[in-house]
């Protein structure tokens, strides 16, 4: 059994193809895929997928509700409300994806920071865990984080691609670490191979961010170049190359750190 922690299942390649795409997913083992919510609009998509496909894939899809840092900009006083009447549905799970994303600054950093701490209030205020986004905005993240850090229940760091010392911060927090196709990338992630065997086995859970982030280590790679869940297993399997665990070990763990993380059922 596996356990997809963050794919964005709303996204328009996966249009006309979801009941094909889970049932690939469960025969590949993947048993429960959590949707992500990225605006108020996306979030709404993934809560109305998980109770579309409901009755035929009964306790298979989750969500979580926030707003991403490149949709900061349209944070208003509406939006904690309506995040938190979709955080009262039992599909979802976690308040995000929320975060910082200094790279494209889509939403200026001010808009970004605004946004980000209003959903660690309401991720205090619910005690739900964060799905939480950094990218090339480490040190003011962890700033942030750090002075939260005692109210908010849990938060695990969707898609890590930093470097050790980022790493070993954002450990030094409590906080747990999601590993993407990013690994498998022979070009862009050899750093986060040499440095995924410093994760606790006990904090690290796996997804593909589909459609997004294609294991390359995959032969052949589809020709559509679209990530989906049932790929999680070659994510795994790079992740082992590179630790002393087996796939069926880490596969194990993970999926007990993500059913424990999220209360899943």
């Known amino acids: 059994m596996l356990i997809d922690i963050g794919v964005n299942l709303s996204n328009q390649q996966f249009k006309n193809r979801i009941t094909d795409v889970l049932t690939r ?9 959590i949707l992500t919510g990225t605006s108020i609009s996306e979030s709404r998509a993934a809560v109305a997928l998980c109770e579309e496909y409901q009755s035929q894939f ?3 899809l989750y969500a979580t509700a926030g707003i991403h840092p490149h949709e900061a900009n349209s944070w208003d006083t509406a939006s904690y409300r ?5 955080a009262s549905h039992s599909a979802v799970v976690a308040i995000g994806e929320t975060g910082l994303d200094f790279n494209r600054n889509l ?17 205090t205020e619910l005690q739900m865990p964060l ?9 003011r993240q962890l700033d942030i984080l750090t002075h939260h850090r005692e109210s908010i229940s849990n ?20 906080l747990y670490i999601g590993i993407t196709g990013w690994v498998c990338d022979e070009r862009r992630g050899l750093e986060l191979q040499k440095i995924i065997k410093n994760i606790p086995l006990n904090r690290l859970m796996v997804e593909t961010d589909a459609p997004y982030l294609l294991p390359r280590n995959m032969t052949p790679l589809p020709k559509n170049r679209r990530n989906e869940p049932a790929f999680l297993e070659y994510i795994v399997r790079c992740i082992s190359e590179h630790r002393e665990e087996s796939e069926e070990v880490i596969s194990k763990m993970t999926t007990a750190t993500a059913l424990e993380f999220f209360e899943l059922d």
Do not use: W
């Open 155 to 174: 938060a695990v760091i969707h898609c890590f691609t930093g470097d050790k010392k980022t790493l070993f911060s954002y450990l030094d927090l409590d």
């Open 25 to 33: 997913a469960l025969s590949a083992g993947v048993e429960k895929i």
């Open 131 to 139: 799905f939480l986004h950094e990218r090339d905005a480490a040190k």
């Open 82 to 86: 309506s995040i938190k009447e979709l």
């Open 58 to 60: 009964p306790n298979m």
């Open 107 to 123: 939403s200026t950093p001010k808009e970004q920071e605004v946004a980000f701490e209003a959903q660690l209030e309401l991720s």
